[in-house]
């Protein structure tokens, strides 16, 4: 069973910073694409970052580029999630999700496994 749990969401003023992290327990993810996605109250999920778990390959939704980094620690199976100079269009639930394969994936009927989600909230 996989197991992926977020953390590191909260509360932040615009244009302060929040790390998230991602824990995948379950399985080795050497050949699994780790994303982030967001989803605000009353929109669709959408894309914020993927990471190949093997080879450092990133991919960004352009909304995000410039201010988020995201990375893993392979010995810790945990993927992050930096956000900087964030904006109040950032607040949503922030979920990480975890593909098996090669490349980085955009969309969510790409990912198999899910975290239950962190609330990550920027006023202004």
């Known amino acids: 069973q996989v197991q992926l749990v977020e953390s590191g969401g909260g509360l932040v003023q615009a244009g302060g910073s929040l790390r998230l992290s991602c824990a995948a327990s379950?399985?080795?993810?050497?050949?699994?694409?780790m994303g982030w996605f967001r989803q605000a109250p009353g929109k669709e999920r959408e894309f914020v970052a993927a990471?190949?778990?093997?080879?450092?390959?990133?991919h960004y939704a352009d909304s995000v580029k410039g201010r988020f980094t995201v990375s893993r620690d392979n010995a810790k199976n945990t993927v992050y999630l930096q956000m900087n100079n964030l904006k109040p269009e950032d607040s949503a639930v922030y979920y990480c999700?975890?593909?098996?394969?090669?490349?980085?994936?955009?969309?969510?009927?790409?990912?198999?496994?899910w975290g239950q989600g962190t609330q990550v909230t920027v006023s202004s």
């Open positions: 999700a975890a593909k098996a394969g090669s490349d980085v994936y955009t969309t969510t009927t790409d990912y198999e496994y």
């Open positions: 379950g399985r080795t993810f050497s050949r699994y694409t």
């Open positions: 990471i190949r778990w093997s080879v450092e390959r990133r």
